[in-house]
């Protein structure tokens, strides 16, 4: 008599893998990749993510004085937002959500333009640099900019390009619709797309484990078609590693890819927050020590390729690039009410022009400029 077979088979597995390269101390944890043996470029990391924190704090002291509007920082961050900056070709499209100043500064941004942007000035989105003309503004929204990504990818396509869009967001987008479409239609049309989920523990006040069920961010991926994986978005030597491979695989027509950068945010969601009403002081004191600007000095101090003195010439260059941005900002002439209307269209409709010159009649509030 035959024996019965079973009645369940395995159809689909996947694993998710982390990488990192440095341990809190800065410590190689495994051989390093090829590109760190040129200690230049391990400064250059080291240098962009000292000038975004001290840009960090001016902002955050302008925002305090009454002198910007709401302010996201992106204090504990640096490390990615350096990554992503450095691993895209000039002629590749960044579509940010917010926090990754380190990218933007380094593909052409300028700090006042920032400072503008969160000054509700129109022009803090009209970026000067080549590089950054391409790429989208801020967006402040949650995930709604995500699937952006696929026109862009797709218009890579029709016109034969090889250029790559990376789109990033943070940990609470991937629990919205938008994100599932994107990675959805992504892998359906094998479009060239790196999407970054920046997981720094918190969606406002709502923590990671109550955000979703799911073991980790990356795995989301999985629902369309994409295989993640994960890195220690603190170990800015493994951020780019692993976001290079990423850009480099989809360039190549190997398809969408998904990287989860685990983080943390040491700052309050924005200037509007207080993060004291909803996680301990425990918990921050112990991120703290994951500072990834930290994690990199002790790196390039253990390589003899970072000293006392170069910190002091960095930390006073990085506070004299902050303070002349931020002196830039306050002295601009704010510009007239109705330029709100001006970059919305090539051509306003007539059924907002009427509202334009209202606006402009009516002139600043309270009839100050």
Same mark, same amino acid.
């Given at each position: 008599m035959n024996e019965p077979k079973d009645a369940t088979e395995r159809v689909a597995s996947f694993e998710i893998i982390l990488t990192r390269y440095l341990d809190t101390e800065g410590r190689p944890l495994a051989a390093l990749p090829d590109w760190t043996a040129d200690p230049d470029r391990v400064r250059g990391m080291y240098r962009s993510m000292v000038r975004t924190r001290a840009f960090d704090k001016k902002a955050v002291a302008l925002q305090r004085t009454g002198q910007l509007g709401t302010y996201a920082a992106c204090l504990g961050q640096e490390a990615v937002g350096t990554?992503? #900056?450095?691993?895209? %070709?000039? $002629? $590749?499209? &960044?579509?940010?959500? &917010?926090r990754e100043y380190a990218a933007q500064f380094l593909r052409g941004v300028s700090m006042t333009e920032i400072l503008l942007y969160w000054g509700g000035d129109e022009r803090g989105m009209d970026y000067a640099a080549d590089a950054a003309r391409q790429d989208y503004p801020l967006s402040v929204p949650i995930a709604t900019h995500v699937p952006h990504a696929i026109g862009v990818a797709y218009a890579f396509r029709l016109r034969k390009q090889d250029r790559v869009v990376l789109a990033s967001c943070g940990d609470g987008a991937t629990s919205k619709g938008d994100f599932y479409e994107a990675v959805s239609s992504a892998k359906v049309?094998?479009?060239? @797309?790196?999407?970054?989920?920046?997981?720094?523990?918190?969606?406002? =006040?709502?923590? /990671?484990?109550?955000q979703t069920g799911a073991q980790t961010l990356a795995q989301k991926g999985i629902a369309g078609g994409i295989i993640g994986q994960q890195v220690d978005g603190n170990d800015a030597i493994a951020t780019y590693e692993i976001l290079n491979q990423a850009i480099a695989a989809a360039r190549a027509g190997e398809g969408p890819q998904l990287v989860e950068a685990i983080t943390y945010r040491l700052h309050d969601h924005t200037t509007a927050d207080d993060a004291r009403r909803y996680r301990g002081e425990d918990e921050v004191k112990a991120a703290w020590a994951r500072c990834p600007i930290k994690r990199l000095r002790a790196y390039l101090e253990s390589q003899n390729a970072w =000293? $006392?003195?170069?910190?002091? =010439?960095?930390?006073?260059?990085?506070?004299?690039?902050?303070?002349?941005?931020?002196?830039?900002?306050?002295? +601009? *002439?704010?510009?007239?009410?109705?330029?709100?209307?001006?970059?919305? &269209?090539?051509?306003?409709?007539?059924? +907002? %022009?009427?509202? /334009?010159? *209202?606006?402009?009649? %009516? #002139?600043? @509030? #309270? #009839?100050?400029h």
């Open positions: 990554a992503v #900056g450095m691993a895209l %070709r000039a $002629d $590749d499209v &960044y579509i940010p959500a &917010y049309w094998n479009l060239p @797309i790196v999407f970054l989920v920046t997981n720094n523990q918190w969606a406002i =006040s709502l923590p /990671r484990a109550q =000293s $006392d003195s170069d910190e002091d =010439s960095l930390q006073t260059e990085a506070v004299a690039a902050a303070e002349s941005a931020a002196q830039a900002f306050t002295a +601009m *002439e704010t510009e007239p009410p109705e330029t709100i209307f001006d970059h919305l &269209y090539a051509e306003l409709p007539s059924s +907002m %022009r009427w509202q /334009r010159e *209202e606006v402009a009649a %009516r #002139g600043p @509030i #309270g #009839g100050a």
